[in-house]
């Protein structure tokens, strides 16, 4: 195809890449572009929409990504076959779990269907999966939409380390990690979040749930208790499960876990750790006030604890009024084992994180690591590095904060449309989801059905406690992550639509007729 209708709005807070994708995708369903097509070479699309030719690649590269053209080299980009693209998406804060789901769970018309017994699908939530077609709408996933990722800046520092170390790169690292990756970190998180930790404080692991494990396989025995926020990240309790540890919820409040609850279960159980989120919680999205914090440093004191705390979205922040601080950058005592991982905020598919942990432990976890897996990918390390040494981790939580803000303002305007049906919400100010109440005598779980028969993913509370109450069906986690704007609007009209008929189920219209 020699060219094709497309008009862009320039003054749009919508980057030009994804106007023209987002365009190209429409035209590709509504058929006008049809399979074996081929798109205009992109300098000559370049010149007629009056864009960069980097504009075009990283567009063609999105429709590449979402599986709607393929790329044939030396040739040009073609439309690809839609029919039988299934694809699995990772609903928790760790994209390493994700994995392909048969092609038996989707129906003929490439659309996801609730399983007749939908305890089932509930069952692979819990596990951090669910399945989903192409053209499903997924608020069910807080994984970030790979059309958003750095791909340039990131080659352009993988190709400098290939050129500097060539084959060193390539090399084992020390099994705490890369040593100018580790001094990079300690300058940037006393910089930016106040945390003082040195070089051999640190820990580098491949993700935030290889961290979760490594911690679990230094310091948790079979018949160790673990206390955690309930809700809470349904990956952290498999972790500590596989270690033969028992696993004791604890109730969140508005700004954080219910203390009172928290010391008496810390008296009966008298746990290994303590396991919280204290920015923008997953699922609730609560975020813990200071005060609050310095409670929970005083109990561990107390009682002679470790707190792991796993940090994945602070610094996603929409609202400059915002103010939260890190239990690790108060951490007076040494009782804080932090956790963080760049899968939110940079590409999950590095499996980069970092532990800093107290010194009286870090052998403990070296040791597990060592034996997990040697050491986390020299290549990938010593990019990290020289992406926050030239300057570009700055810029890119920059322009994340500004795509993500325009997700969640769109989402939050949505959220108020359905108070018309009773429902309320949390405003986090940040992170990646929402946590929603339904109205009385709706449920999550009869939500989720309906709304997965119309091609919406949501997920239901239920998957996210740790003891599991059959009467807590009344909440619902969305996330808007991996979702455009288009799609929040269509989705979120759905769920309304399902709500509307799940208030309405049962009801009778009276009337009075005649008898004759």
Same mark, same amino acid.
């Given at each position: 195809m020699n060219s094709i209708s497309i008009e862009l709005d320039k003054s749009s807070t919508i980057p030009m890449y994804l106007q023209v994708a987002n365009k190209i995708e429409a035209l590709i369903k509504s058929n006008t572009l049809k399979i074996a097509d081929k798109l205009p070479p992109i300098r000559k699309l370049a010149n007629e929409l009056e864009v960069n030719n980097v504009t075009i690649v990283n567009a063609y590269k999105q429709l590449e990504i979402n599986g709607y053209v393929n790329a044939i080299k030396g040739s040009g980009y073609y439309v690809a076959e839609q029919d039988n693209i299934y694809m699995s998406y990772d609903i928790s804060s760790s994209p390493s779990n994700s994995r392909c789901i048969n092609s038996e769970n989707l129906d003929s018309h490439n659309t996801y269907v609730a399983s007749p017994n939908y305890q089932e699908d509930f069952k692979l939530m819990s596990n951090g999966q669910i399945a989903m077609s192409s053209t499903t709408i997924n608020?069910?996933?807080?994984?970030?939409?790979?059309?958003?990722?750095?791909?340039? %800046?990131?080659?352009? %520092?993988?190709?400098?380390?290939?050129?500097?170390?060539?084959?060193? %790169?390539?090399?084992?690292?020390?099994?705490?990690?890369?040593?100018?990756?580790?001094?990079?970190?300690?300058?940037?998180?006393?910089?930016?979040?106040?945390?003082?930790?040195?070089?051999?404080?640190?820990?580098?692991?491949?993700?935030?749930?290889?961290?979760?494990?490594?911690?679990?396989?230094?310091?948790?025995?079979?018949?160790?208790?673990?206390?955690?926020?309930?809700?809470?990240?349904?990956?952290?309790?498999?972790?500590?499960?596989?270690?033969?540890?028992?696993?004791?919820?604890?109730?969140?409040?508005?700004?954080?876990?219910?203390?009172?609850?928290?010391?008496?279960?810390?008296?009966?159980?008298?746990?290994?750790?303590?396991?919280?989120?204290?920015?923008?919680?997953?699922?609730?999205?609560?975020?813990?006030?200071?005060?609050?914090?310095?409670?929970?440093?005083?109990?561990?004191?107390?009682?002679?604890?470790?707190?792991?705390?796993?940090?994945?979205?602070?610094?996603?922040?929409?609202?400059?009024?915002?103010?939260?601080?890190?239990?690790?950058?108060?951490?007076?005592?040494?009782?804080v084992i932090y956790i963080k991982s760049f899968s939110k905020l940079l590409m999950p598919g590095l499996r980069i994180g970092f532990i800093i942990s107290p010194d009286a432990i870090k052998d403990e976890l070296l040791a597990a690591k060592h034996t997990t897996d040697i050491s986390s990918s020299g290549l990938i390390q010593r990019a990290l590095q020289l992406y926050f040494k030239n300057g570009y981790w700055e810029k890119h939580l920059k322009y994340m904060i500004e795509m993500y803000k325009i997700k969640y303002d769109a989402m939050k305007s949505e959220l108020k449309k359905l108070k018309i049906y009773g429902i309320d919400f949390i405003d986090p100010k940040g992170g990646l989801n929402f946590w929603v109440t339904l109205p009385k005598g709706v449920s999550a779980s009869e939500l989720y059905v309906q709304c997965s028969k119309k091609d919406v993913l949501i997920v239901p509370c239920n998957v996210f406690y740790v003891n599991k109450d059959k009467n807590i069906d009344n909440t619902l986690r969305l996330s808007y992550a991996a979702t455009n704007l288009e799609e929040i609007q269509v989705g979120m009209s759905i769920i309304a639509d399902c709500l509307s008929m799940l208030i309405n189920k049962g009801k009778r219209t009276s009337y009075i007729s005649p008898l004759i």
């Open positions: 608020f069910a996933s807080a994984t970030p939409d790979p059309g958003i990722f750095p791909f340039e %800046a990131f080659k352009s %520092a993988l190709n400098e380390v290939l050129d500097r170390d060539k084959g060193y %790169a390539f090399g084992y690292q020390e099994s705490n990690g890369y040593e100018p990756l580790r001094s990079s970190l300690c300058d940037y998180f006393l910089q930016e979040y106040g945390i003082n930790a040195t070089p051999d404080s640190i820990q580098i692991v491949s993700g935030a749930q290889q961290g979760i494990d490594i911690i679990g396989k230094a310091l948790l025995s079979p018949g160790d208790y673990v206390i955690t926020e309930n809700p809470t990240y349904t990956g952290a309790v498999a972790v500590f499960k596989s270690r033969g540890a028992n696993i004791i919820g604890v109730p969140m409040e508005a700004d954080g876990i219910n203390l009172k609850l928290l010391e008496a279960n810390i008296k009966i159980y008298k746990p290994k750790l303590i396991y919280v989120m204290t920015q923008f919680q997953n699922p609730t999205t609560t975020s813990y006030s200071e005060e609050k914090l310095n409670q929970l440093l005083a109990l561990a004191d107390k009682y002679d604890l470790y707190l792991v705390e796993d940090d994945s979205l602070s610094g996603l922040s929409y609202d400059s009024s915002f103010k939260s601080k890190t239990l690790k950058s108060m951490d007076s005592k040494n009782r």
